[in-house]
């Protein structure tokens, strides 16, 4: 079984831009999962999204948005981008309902 | 609100060492543990995870008892490798009463392990 994609793996933008970030779960994956890993802050908690609803949100500023669709693919949006959202960003994927969760490669974002 | 400490870093040990990351953790419901692994450049494996009291994980020589009158899940290897050099964190996932998570990880500070030939 295919595990957790990322796309695209590198990304380098300016600040005052916005960036999208895509994610494909594992088959059968319904519960998305996004985090923020900086060496300052380390693994941050972002939103997890289920059957295409917003069920649980870390305290990001609204500058952070996702969605997901119905195939349980999953997009995050950060706008007006700053130095400081350099970062690597993760996804994870997990059943529904379980608590062990599947991490993908990560998106790496560099803001200049 | 739940929170994860691990023990502060780095580790450097030789080949054949024995291995003990500390973790210790608050929640207030019925939490599940997990350590997760980062190679450099990569995402998280996860090593191991235990789901509730007494219980034990292991895999690939690592083990973590979930310990839940010290409130901790040390990770332990008898004898690493230099293939064990790694990032590992120590994680918890909350839930309800009944089970339900709602996709939320929170994580320690991570250890760097350097393991040398």
């Known amino acids: 079984k295919a595990g957790v994609t990322q796309t695209p793996r590198y990304l380098i933008k300016t600040r005052g831009q916005q960036v999208t970030l895509s994610c494909s779960p594992i088959?059968?994956?319904?519960?998305v999962s996004w985090y923020q890993q900086t060496p300052g802050q380390g693994l941050q908690f972002l939103f997890e999204y289920f059957s295409e609803t917003q069920r649980n949100k870390g305290n990001f500023p609204g500058r952070f948005s996702g969605r997901q669709f119905s195939n349980s693919r999953s997009e995050m949006n950060v706008s007006t981008l700053e130095l400081g959202d350099s970062a690597l960003y993760l996804c994870a994927s997990s059943l529904a309902g379980a608590q062990t969760q599947y991490f993908g490669p990560g998106t790496r974002l560099l803001v200049l | 609100g739940d929170s994860v400490t691990q023990m502060e870093g780095p580790v450097t040990l030789s080949e054949e060492a024995c291995l003990t990351i500390?973790?210790?953790?608050?929640?207030?419901?019925?939490?599940?543990l997990f350590w997760y692994v980062q190679y450099p450049g990569e995402g998280l494996q996860l090593l191991l995870k235990?789901?509730?009291?007494?219980d034990k994980g292991s895999n690939k020589g690592f083990e973590a008892t979930y310990r839940k009158e010290t409130t901790s899940f040390h990770l332990e290897k008898g004898s690493v490798q230099v293939s064990d050099s790694a990032v590992y964190f120590c994680a918890l996932s909350d839930s309800t009463a009944g089970g339900t998570s709602y996709g939320k990880l929170t994580f320690g500070q991570g250890t760097i392990l350097t393991v040398h030939p």
């Open positions: 088959s059968g994956h319904r519960s």
């Open positions: 500390n973790c210790t953790y608050t929640a207030t419901g019925y939490p599940s």
């Open positions: 235990a789901t509730k009291a007494d």
